[in-house]
């Protein structure tokens, strides 16, 4: 195989493995780049590859995704190799059917894998709104501030970080497992996404203050009931954050003005310690961004916007528009 030949073989086994295990809609699988290297001599030690890299990975087999996402990812995978001239391949439909015969779930796994070779893995809902939340699963803006805060650890590392809508819990989990900081304070205010938070952190490694640690050495992690609309100043003031996040939650115009009281809170409880302040969104309604950003002036807080950064480590929707903002907080004033 050619040089050039083998690193297109790479990037298209990485995509499927990326895209695979965090269970993303199958019409965003590269199958026409497949289509074209299935002609190739070495079409079916690809698709072999494949299958050891989705439904054969050893992540996927501890953390199955539903079986209806892998039931319909294998059926197509079938159907490409049966669209070449070529011998069948048993291990595809032996794939199937075990999946087959697993039994679906109205949770489902996906995982993220980091550049350190870990992996960050979720128990999700199955329907995209659940239980009256969007909570319950991982957003855009989560994957790319994720990869902000990989790319940029000195702004975590030993320090105590305050998240604000965790939801499932994919950007702190990152953040506890490749950025290193002293401690970790996931946040929201719904029961049933509270409750999955809990389980995502813990089957992730990480202990909650009632379980024995598993590693003293890394960070002290929290999972707070915070409401915007109910919390105190006192109560923020006991977090102690020296940074502050927030993913994905300006979807409506209610929530943008109770988070940006909790940020004005923020300012007045720790005046001469302000936290650095991260949140990023994606831009589905201009009207919500601007609001964000004219509420932000109203109140004295100064912020700017990250520069894009350069690597893109997980699967997400590559038209989507998700900016990052960064907010002082030291010049708020009252209003």
Same mark, same amino acid.
């Given at each position: 195989?050619?040089?050039?030949?083998?690193?297109?073989?790479?990037?298209?086994?990485?995509?499927?493995?990326?895209?695979?295990?965090?269970?993303?809609?199958?019409?965003?699988?590269?199958?026409?780049?497949?289509?074209?290297?299935?002609?190739?001599?070495?079409?079916?030690?690809?698709?072999?590859?494949?299958?050891?890299?989705?439904?054969?990975?050893?992540?996927?087999?501890?953390?199955?995704?539903?079986?209806?996402?892998?039931?319909?990812?294998?059926?197509? $995978?079938?159907?490409?190799?049966?669209?070449?001239?070529?011998?069948?391949?048993?291990?595809?439909?032996?794939? $199937?059917?075990?999946?087959?015969?697993?039994?679906?779930?109205?949770?489902?796994?996906?995982?993220?894998?980091?550049?350190?070779?870990?992996?960050?893995?979720?128990?999700?809902?199955?329907?995209?709104?659940?239980?009256?939340?969007?909570?319950?699963?991982?957003?855009?803006?989560? $994957?790319?501030?994720?990869?902000?805060?990989?790319?940029?650890?000195?702004?975590?590392?030993?320090?105590?970080? $305050?998240?604000?809508?965790?939801?499932?819990?994919?950007?702190?989990?990152?953040?506890?497992?490749?950025?290193?900081?002293?401690?970790?304070?996931?946040?929201?205010?719904?029961?049933?996404?509270?409750?999955?938070?809990?389980?995502?952190?813990?089957?992730?490694?990480?202990?909650?203050?009632?379980?024995?640690?598993?590693?003293?050495?890394?960070?002290?992690?929290?999972?707070?009931?915070?409401?915007?609309?109910?919390?105190?100043?006192?109560?923020?003031?006991?977090?102690?954050?020296?940074?502050?996040?927030?993913?994905?939650?300006?979807?409506?115009?209610?929530?943008?003005?109770?988070?940006?009281?909790?940020?004005?809170?923020?300012?007045?409880?720790?005046?001469?310690?302000?936290?650095?302040?991260?949140?990023?969104?994606?831009?589905?309604?201009?009207?919500?961004?601007?609001?964000?950003?004219?509420?932000?002036?109203?109140?004295?807080?100064?912020?700017?916007?990250?520069?894009?950064?350069?690597?893109?480590?997980?699967?997400?929707?590559?038209?989507?528009?998700?900016?990052?903002?960064?907010?002082?907080?030291?010049?708020?004033?009252?209003?």
């Amino acid at each position: 195989m050619a040089p050039e030949d083998h690193e297109g073989a790479t990037s298209l086994l990485q995509s499927f493995e990326r895209r695979f295990l965090a269970a993303r809609a199958l019409p965003s699988f590269p199958w026409q780049s497949l289509e074209e290297k299935l002609r190739e001599p070495s079409g079916s030690e690809l698709l072999l590859a494949i299958l050891q890299k989705t439904v054969k990975h050893p992540v996927c087999v501890q953390h199955l995704p539903s079986v209806k996402y892998a039931r319909c990812f294998l059926s197509k $995978l079938i159907k490409k190799h049966e669209a070449v001239p070529t011998e069948p391949l048993d291990a595809l439909y032996e794939a $199937l059917a075990e999946v087959l015969m697993a039994e679906e779930s109205t949770q489902c796994h996906r995982s993220y894998l980091l550049p350190s070779g870990d992996s960050v893995t979720l128990s999700e809902s199955t329907a995209i709104v659940s239980h009256g939340t969007t909570g319950l699963v991982t957003w855009d803006a989560a $994957l790319y501030l994720a990869e902000w805060a990989i790319e940029n650890p000195a702004a975590f590392t030993d320090r105590t970080v $305050l998240e604000l809508g965790s939801g499932a819990g994919l950007t702190g989990l990152a953040i506890c497992k490749a950025c290193c900081p002293r401690a970790f304070i996931f946040s929201d205010c719904h029961g049933q996404v509270l409750e999955q938070l809990r389980g995502n952190v813990l089957l992730n490694g990480f202990p909650l203050d009632m379980h024995t640690p598993i590693d003293p050495s890394g960070p002290k992690v929290t999972v707070a009931e915070l409401d915007w609309d109910k919390v105190t100043t006192s109560q923020l003031s006991a977090f102690q954050a020296d940074v502050v996040i927030a993913a994905d939650v300006l979807y409506c115009g209610e929530v943008t003005l109770s988070l940006v009281r909790v940020l004005k809170m923020l300012s007045h409880c720790q005046r001469n310690n302000a936290p650095d302040v991260y949140v990023a969104y994606t831009i589905r309604n201009q009207d919500t961004g601007k609001l964000f950003i004219k509420e932000l002036d109203r109140t004295g807080i100064y912020w700017e916007e990250v520069p894009p950064h350069a690597s893109k480590l997980f699967p997400y929707e590559e038209y989507s528009a998700i900016v990052i903002l960064k907010l002082v907080l030291n010049g708020c004033h009252s209003v």
